[in-house]
């Protein structure tokens, strides 16, 4: 009987998660189908949900029309090259901090987080200024620095948590072994810090290429990437339904399938290791 | 433990990072504090000198201030009811045993991965379209006449946009913290009899205390910054100008850096009043 009742439980809490999830997914899902729709029946009244003609001609029309590969390129660059370049800076600096840690190292990380803190319109004519002066408004490399620098608080936060995990012991079975302080990260850090490490990166692949502050104030033609694109829709080309599906779900898919792998370490990232 | 020679190279390992964030926060701020004193209109007569504290009297006693800090109060105080409401509730389903747990949860995290642009578009023109959207096929369907969401509904519209950003953040914190509840107090509490509403009153919430402070806090600080869902939708308009981008089009429409860097200076201290209740949150938690 108890058995009885607690599947009974199940099958009820089953349906109720499973609808409101799809809920809250329906206006992906429904874009992904419009995206395979005819322009006359993406508009068709009443809607259809499946039973429509499944066609690719959106994403033809969209990928000829509107130069899509440079877009997505510019995104991948973007997002892609100032993940590594914060990875670089980060490491050593969070590396430090979890294993050296001195009296200044929370104000530090403190300090840190505040510049996140910071609203991005708040300085957003300086930056455009010295993009101008500088000769980097609409490239690719003033973009990669900015999105570098603003996730670079994050990055260094959650590497932090990460390295903070591992063992100091094992690092002193190392140095009493006589391992420099090269040997140490190269290693013994680097291959425990690679799950965390991989994580952190993900995450911050993530949030840059949703980034659409700065792509869409300091980009033009040359470096904008998939966020000014899906922007240019909303004039009146954007009343094509079945193309702006197309359109969105090129730009989203990358992301949501990264998103699956990232779930976990989204928490962990997003809340400066206060929530675990 | 730590050496001479390993504290130097940690030091100097630290710099990089040190030095860039520095940079990046000292010389746009200063550069705003700069020209927030002074009369600057790149098109028109470019900079004409200091002016003492008139760009900032002038923001605040300009006609369209009181409305935006309106505006960004209902927006921030909206999105953060609901989604932490319905974040808990969420959270709460989540966590019962069911079948495809695992699909589920990606289910409901899914929109925080779409780009901001794309998910105010969608909504924009395949939901909230007066014509072809499918809530005016669903207001046709009950014979009601359609509603133009973003223009007679503006506010709403946007809130629901920028809620189901993110509900899912608000979803996932709070279903890791519901996770990490001792379950044999639950089932304490069961056996003594007591009833489910006393339960989640008495040991769910107050468990839950310190996430729903944490997502509360950090949505606020991206909640006062929201501007793709405003810039694809509505362009500010119909009432939806929020301070962020009231200083935007201060900035860069109307080319008033003077009084858009006033401007920016209030965003950055009101930004930093919330930052600063995080920060202290975060630094006892760097203790334990």
């Known amino acids: 009987m108890a058995r009885a009742v607690t599947s009974r439980r199940k099958l009820i809490n089953t349906t109720a998660a499973w609808a409101v999830g799809l809920l809250i997914f329906f206006p992906i899902l429904w874009t992904i189908l419009t995206s395979f729709k005819t322009e006359g029946q993406a ?14 001609e959106n994403y033809k029309t969209v990928m000829e029309r509107s130069n899509y590969a440079r877009f997505l390129w510019n995104s991948i660059i973007i997002a892609g090259l100032s993940t590594i370049i914060g990875l670089i800076v980060a490491v050593p600096a969070a590396w430090s901090m979890a294993f050296v840690p001195s009296r200044r190292t929370k104000d530090i990380l403190l300090w840190m987080l505040s510049t996140k803190m910071l609203p991005a319109v708040g300085v957003l004519y300086p930056i455009y200024l010295l993009f101008i002066k500088m000769g980097l408004l609409d490239s690719r490399a003033g973009l990669v620095v900015v999105m570098m620098l603003i996730n670079l608080p994050i990055i260094v936060w959650m590497l932090y948590t990460y390295f903070r995990e591992i063992p100091g012991e094992i690092l002193e079975a190392a140095r009493m072994d006589g391992a420099t302080l090269k040997e140490e990260v190269l290693y013994i850090l680097t291959p425990m810090a690679i799950p965390g490490i991989a994580s952190t990166m993900l995450l911050n692949f993530i949030l840059a290429w949703n980034e659409a502050f700065w792509t869409l104030n300091l ?58 | ?59 605040v006693t300009s006609s369209s201030f009181w409305p935006a800090v309106q505006t960004t109060l209902i927006i921030v105080l909206s999105v953060l009811i609901i989604t932490v409401v319905l974040g808990v509730l969420l959270a709460m389903l989540l966590d019962q045993p069911m079948w495809g747990q695992g699909v589920v949860r990606i289910l409901v995290i899914a929109p925080f991965f779409v780009m901001p642009t794309v998910s ?100 606020t600080i991206f909640l006062l910054a929201v501007f793709a869902e405003i810039f694809v939708t509505t362009g500010g308009a119909f009432g939806t100008r929020t301070l962020s981008y009231l200083i935007f089009q201060r900035v860069l429409e109307s080319q008033n850096i003077g009084l858009g860097s006033a401007g920016g200076v209030y965003a950055i201290i009101l930004a930093n009043i919330v930052a600063i209740f995080l920060m202290r949150i975060v630094g006892k938690n760097l203790d334990n």
């Not at chain 1, 079945?242 to 779930?263: D, H, R, V």
């Not at chain 2, 020679?5 to 390992?13: D, K, T």
């Not at chain 2, 520095?22 to 470019?46: A, D, E, H, K, N």
């Open chain 1, 219 to 276: 980009t033009a033609v040359n470096a904008a990437p998939l966020t000014a694109f899906i922007a240019s829709y909303s004039s009146p080309e954007g009343l094509f339904f079945a193309k702006l599906s197309a359109a969105s779900t090129m730009a989203i898919a990358p992301i949501l399938i990264l998103g699956w792998f990232s779930q976990k370490q989204l928490v962990r990232g997003l809340t400066f290791g206060a929530v675990k």
């Open chain 2, 1 to 59: 433990m730590a050496t001479k020679a390993s504290r130097s190279a940690a030091r100097l390992m630290m710099a990089p990072a040190v030095i860039l964030l520095l940079g990046w926060m000292l010389v746009p701020l200063i550069m705003t504090l700069w020209f927030s004193f002074r009369t600057y209109l790149p098109l028109r007569g470019g900079d004409q000198g200091w002016t003492g504290f008139d760009n900032y009297v002038r923001f």
């Open chain 2, 120 to 219: 105010a578009l969608v909504w924009k023109n395949m939901f909230m379209d007066p014509v072809n959207g499918l809530f005016a096929h669903l207001w046709r369907f009950f014979g009601a006449d359609p509603v133009s969401w973003l223009s007679d509904a503006a506010m709403p519209s946007v809130i629901m946009i920028v809620s189901w950003q993110w509900l899912p953040f608000a979803t996932l914190i709070l279903l890791t913290a519901i996770q990490s509840l001792d379950g044999e107090q639950l089932e304490a509490a069961e056996m003594d009899g007591a009833p489910k509403l006393k339960q989640f009153w008495f040991i769910i919430l107050p468990h839950l205390g310190r996430a729903i402070t944490i997502v509360i806090l950090i949505q």
């Open chain 1, 43 to 56: 508009i068709a009244s009443p809607p259809i949900f499946l039973g429509f003609d499944w066609t690719l």
